[in-house]
């Protein structure tokens, strides 16, 4: 079992940035942050492959968020990272960090996840 939990959520204007965080466990192979809103699927925003090498760090990203979110790793202390900037009010969501054990390819659906945070809520203002 791996335990993830998230930090950094809150209100912000539009235009504004936050930080989340997600401490992990265990070490794993690809993280990814995902997002939802009430009565929808959890949509994915980003992913990176842990570690370094040919496969680690590489990221993905949702289109709708390109440009404005970053993805990062500090491995050694088994954190990920989702910088938000330009903060957009359709960005309100409930944000959750996840995990699986196997390198990913891109943005991988929820089902192939096998870890998650308890989420952490992100609310922007117009």
């Known amino acids: 079992r791996m335990d993830l939990v998230e930090s950094g959520g809150g209100s912000v204007q539009a235009g504004g940035s936050l930080r989340l965080s997600c401490a992990a466990s265990?070490?794993?192979?690809?993280m990814a942050w995902f997002r939802q809103g009430p009565g929808k699927e959890r949509e994915g925003v980003a992913t990176?492959?842990?570690?370094?090498?040919?496969?680690?760090?590489?990221?993905y990203y949702d289109d709708s968020v390109k440009g404005r979110f970053t993805i990062s790793q500090d491995s050694s202390k088994r954190m990920v990272y989702l910088q938000m900037n330009g903060l957009k009010p359709e960005d309100t969501y409930m944000y959750y960090c996840?995990?699986?054990?196997?390198?990913?390819?891109?943005?991988?659906?929820?089902?192939?996840?096998?870890?998650w945070g308890q989420g952490t809520q992100v609310t922007v203002s117009s």
């Open positions: 996840a995990a699986r054990r196997s390198y990913c390819s891109g943005l991988h659906d929820a089902d192939s996840f096998n870890f």
């Open positions: 990176i492959n842990i570690g370094s090498g040919d496969r680690g760090g590489v990221t």
């Open positions: 265990e070490y794993s192979y690809c």
